[in-house]
C-alpha cells in the first residue's frame, strides 16, 4: 500500500459517510456534529455524558460543544441535569425524541448495505484491523480510548455485582456496555 493509499480511502469513506449525516440532519435542520453529539451521548456512560466529555470524545473546542448543545436542547433532543453530588457539573441526556431521531438515521443505510455485501473473510478481518487502527491513532496523539467498561481493567467484580474500581461505584449490566472517558486498557495494567 502506498503512503497516501490508506489515507485516500479513509478520507473518501469520511467524507462519503459525512455527506450521510449531513443529508440525515438536513429534515431536522442540524449540522452532522450534532448529529454526532447525540450519537455519543447514546453510548456514553454517567462519567462521561457532560459537555467536558463530548469535547473530549469528538476533538472539538469547548464553544463549538457549547453551541451545539445550545441547538439541540432548544430543538428538543437533549436535556441538561445536573450532578446529584456535584452542582457545578452538568450531564446530558438524549430526550425520546433525540433516541427516536438517531434511530431512524444512525448507522447510515449505505454503509449497512455495503458491510453486509463485503465477502465473509474481509468482513471478520475489518473490525480488528480498524479498532487497532484507531487504538494506535489514539496512542500516538495521546488522546484518551473511550472503550467500554467490560474491557477496562477498573471494572471489578465483587460480592455486591459489578463495580468501578477508580470510583468505586456499582454498576449494572448494562453500564458495562456503555463506552467511558475513564476507560483503561486491561492491557495497559
Known amino acids: 500500500m502506498s503512503d497516501s493509499t490508506l489515507y485516500d480511502l479513509l478520507e473518501r469513506l469520511a467524507n462519503l459517510l459525512r455527506g450521510e449525516l449531513r443529508q440525515a440532519g438536513a429534515r431536522f435542520n442540524l449540522q452532522p456534529v450534532h448529529l454526532e453529539v447525540l450519537h455519543y451521548l447514546s453510548r ?10 463530548v469535547a473530549e470524545f469528538l476533538g472539538l473546542t469547548k464553544g463549538t460543544v457549547s ?7 432548544n430543538k ?13 457539573k452538568q450531564h446530558l441526556l438524549l430526550t425520546r425524541r433525540g433516541s427516536s431521531l438517531l434511530q431512524g438515521v444512525l448507522p447510515p443505510t449505505p454503509l449497512l448495505d455495503a ?16 479498532r487497532a487502527l484507531l487504538r494506535g491513532m489514539q496512542q500516538y496523539n495521546e488522546r484518551r480510548i473511550f472503550g467500554t ?6 471494572l471489578t467484580q465483587t460480592g455486591e ?7 468505586q461505584d456499582p454498576l449494572s449490566a448494562g453500564d458495562t456496555q456503555l463506552i467511558c472517558r475513564e476507560y483503561s486498557s486491561r492491557a495497559a495494567g
Do not use: I, K, W
Open 161 to 167: 455485582g459489578l463495580r468501578c474500581g477508580l470510583t
Open 76 to 88: 428538543g433532543f437533549l436535556v441538561r441535569r445536573l450532578d446529584e453530588d456535584d452542582q457545578r
Open 115 to 130: 458491510a453486509l455485501n463485503l465477502p465473509a473473510d474481509q468482513a471478520h478481518a475489518l473490525m480488528p484491523a480498524l
Open 44 to 53: 456514553c456512560n454517567r462519567y462521561s455524558d457532560t459537555p467536558a466529555g
Open 67 to 73: 453551541q451545539s448543545l445550545l441547538v439541540l436542547e
Open 149 to 154: 467498561c467490560r474491557g477496562c481493567r477498573h
